[in-house]
């Protein structure tokens, strides 16, 4: 099995490489954003607690995440490994994700971390804000805080891989196709080194 974090502040562009990335090396991917927004969706009761959490820029509860988490591995026992995107988002989360790997007698290969201005990031967000109809997108109140939440809680989580030598820092910036050369540079690279 091979695992990675794709890792990023909010707008870093993820979910674009994401969809590259398991395309050419067949990974389930699970994005607890887009997970989330599904409950939205459904209006169940878990997307309608998440939604207002969502819409100020904060982060919602680490066990909700977590039991989503931990559902979907459960979920795609056959697959040839996961992409984790927005997830894990704190030290917590990271910690139970590791425990739930190693459960599954796996872990995380690399984490690779994309790395944007904030300039950029609030840019991007914003224009994003135009067409993706994401009401956490359209103001630029609301996209500041979803960065300084990153800052607070989610940096850390770089720090906690850090200590496993498992993090690789990749610049986000420049067109879609030369990001994703650069990312796949990186797990080419560790895959002959496992082979
Ligand atoms: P972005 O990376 O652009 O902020 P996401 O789709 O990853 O977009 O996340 C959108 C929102 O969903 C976050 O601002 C947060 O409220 C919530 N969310 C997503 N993943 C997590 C997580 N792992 N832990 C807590 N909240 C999360």
Redesign the pocket.
């Known amino acids: 099995m091979f695992n990675f974090i794709l890792f990023g502040p ?2 870093s562009g ?2 674009t490489q994401s969809e590259k990335l398991i395309a050419k090396y067949g990974l389930k991917h699970l ?4 997970l ?2 599904s409950e939205i969706a459904k209006k169940t009761p878990l997307g309608l607690k ?1 939604k207002k ?2 819409d100020k ?4 509860p ?1 066990e909700v ?1 977590i039991g989503m988490i931990s559902d979907m591995v459960d979920a795609n026992k056959g697959a040839g490994g996961f992409l984790f ?6 030290i917590v ?1 990271a910690e139970e994700l590791d425990k739930l790997l190693k459960a599954r007698k796996t872990q995380i290969n690399i984490v690779l971390a994309m790395d944007v201005s904030e300039a950029e990031l609030v840019k991007r ?1 914003l224009k994003r804000g135009e067409t993706s109809g994401r009401s ?1 997108d359209v103001n630029e109140d609301i996209i500041r805080a ?1 960065i300084a ?1 990153y800052h607070k809680k989610t940096s850390a989580v770089l720090d906690h891989y850090q200590k496993f030598d498992k993090v690789v820092h990749v610049k986000g910036e420049g067109s879609i196709d030369e990001i994703f050369e650069r990312l796949t540079a990186q797990l080419d690279r560790l895959q002959k080194k496992k082979d």
Do not use: H, I, N, Y
């Open positions: 909010p707008g993820k979910g994005s607890t954003g887009d989330l927004r998440a959490l969502m820029g904060s982060l919602v680490d995440v995107d927005g997830f894990p988002r704190t989360q967000l956490d979803r939440e």
